[in-house]
């Protein structure tokens, strides 16, 4: 296996480390590279915690063979499995390993895809019209952008890239591709580049930045993925397990955002002194919103630029049970306020007449 095509920067390792650090200190800790990629980050959590396995999954056969490579010196710690990240419950019936410790996700394109010309997900290089992470299966946004109707077009472009122009964009698509099929990334960007209006293409970088984010997401269904895949992940973090999310894009943010909050927030009744059992939180948040990079970090990478990075950690059911049973106590054991007349009611400060009763 010769070196990686791309250039490597994990983003934001130090600080996914340090999040992750009480979760893989833990005795017996499992962690899950959710998305292996190249393995710089995985590489990190090995070296630095000797006795923590790793289960390492990517869609990606060249990017898991490249991290196959390059984390073969830690032997039988990994557990390295061609996998889309949603399959994380199968993968981990298959190992015999009921819960995890610490996991991390790191979404969007990788390095390696990004930088090769030949996977087509990069507007700026000419490159046939593939964008498919998993290479062995699926759908290309070539046929995407030749046979999908006018109407799923634009919805896609609109839903996945938030793009304004998207009737536009598709009106061109459909012109071109009724002379002749639309096989190469540099056409398309060509067509995008000329649909959308001058004024508009004078701001917010390269024009076809968003039909091809659109693309990408329909090709790979990343969305859909990311809806089952962060739950599942959720269902079997341990008793002060952590998980770390990084996103590149307010779709997946948002999704990422609605799961976490939910499992952080109480659903019992607001008005009882006490949490019920089974109401509380399930999961403790690490981060306050979404956590940008610092500038440090962008000057060093540039590719963090857009990350939103948020961190979880799970809560220990037995030690809020403890929390709550000390906490009935305390409101069982609170002694109650001297009253007057029976106990009738609450005298005012200065009063002689109980609150609620008239004049006789």
Known sequence: ????????VPVLLERCVELLAPALELPGAVHVDFTLGLGGHAEAVLERF????LVGLDRDTEALAHARHRLIRFGDRTRLVHAVYDELPRVLAELDI???HSGLFDLGVSSLQLDEADRGFAYAQDAPLDMRMDQSRGVTAEEIVNEYAPGELVRILRQYGEEKFAPRVVSSIVRERAKGRITSTARLAELVKDAI????????????????QALRIEVNGELEVLERAVPAALDVLAPKGRLVVMSYQSLEDRIVKRELTARSRSTGPVDLPVELPGTGPSLRLLTRGSEPPSEAEVAENPRAASVKLRAVERIDEQEQSRKHNQAVGAVRERPRMSTTRGGRGRLRPGANEVEGEGRA
């Open 197 to 212: 209006p001058a004024a508009a293409r004078r701001t917010g970088g390269n024009p076809a930045k968003r039909t091809f």
């Open 50 to 53: 000797p006795d923590v396995v």
């Open 1 to 8: 296996m010769g070196e990686p095509r791309g250039t490597h």
């Open 98 to 100: 009921p819960a995890i």
